[in-house]
Structures are given as C-alpha cells and as structure tokens.
C-alpha cells in the first residue's frame, strides 16, 4: 500500500528556514514525478515545487529562489529546503506522487498526483 508520511514542518520567525522531507513507501517513487503542495484555510491547494524522476525541476514563482526541492531516490525520501520563510509560507504542506510512471516533465498540477500524505504544518511569524 502507498504511503508518504512527512515531516520537519514547525514554527519559525520570518526569515528562518526549515527542511521538509518525505518518506515514500509501497510505490515507485524514484519512476515518478514528486512534488511539494500546500493549503491554507478556505483556499484551494497549490503546487509548490516538482521534480521529476530525471531530477528536473519546476517552482511556483512566489518561491523560486528560495525554497529547493530534492530527492534521494536510494532511500525514496523527497525534500524541500525553505529559506528566507515569509509569514505568507504559512500552511499545511503536503507531499505527492504522480499517478503515472515517468512523466517527461514536472507537473505542478494538483490533479496529475494520485498519491497524498497527511500533511506537515509550517507555521511563520512575522
């Protein structure tokens, strides 16, 4: 069965950072693509950042420059490194694994991820 169990979210002041990771079992995540979500109450889920299974990358602007995402395929763990944290980061950030194996790129599309996990809070103080 599927899981993606994250963790490293927090509380932090404005300007700090945190890393978030994601630990994947019972599917073939180094073959998909992974990414990075997050929502905030009453607000729809937005992809933060993707990497497919090439290590190609794709940020939603509001973080490009500061968040980076990574992943360790020999221990099916996907990170994202958030620096310079905005009061605005605030959220419950989710990780995800494409329905498919091997897309060509990497989708910041809510609907091409099949697999969830139960979210980590981030939460930043100004």
């Known amino acids: 069965q599927a899981q993606l169990v994250e963790s490293g979210g927090g509380s932090v002041q404005a300007g700090g950072s945190l890393r978030l990771s994601c630990a994947a079992s019972?599917?073939?995540?180094?073959?998909?693509?992974m990414g990075w979500f997050r929502q905030t109450p009453g607000k729809e889920r937005e992809g933060v950042a993707a990497i497919d299974s090439g290590g190609s990358t794709r940020y939603a602007e509001y973080v490009k420059g500061r968040f980076t995402i990574s992943r360790d395929s020999d221990k099916n763990t996907l990170h994202l490194e958030m620096n310079s944290l905005k009061a605005e980061d605030s959220a419950m950030y989710y990780c995800?694994?494409?329905?498919?194996?091997?897309?060509?790129?990497?989708?910041?599309?809510?609907?091409?991820?099949?697999?969830w996990g139960q979210g980590t809070q981030v939460t930043v103080s100004s």
């Open positions: 995800a694994a494409d329905w498919i194996l091997e897309r060509p790129w990497p989708s910041l599309r809510r609907d091409e991820y099949g697999y």
């Open positions: 019972g599917l073939t995540s180094s073959r998909r693509c």
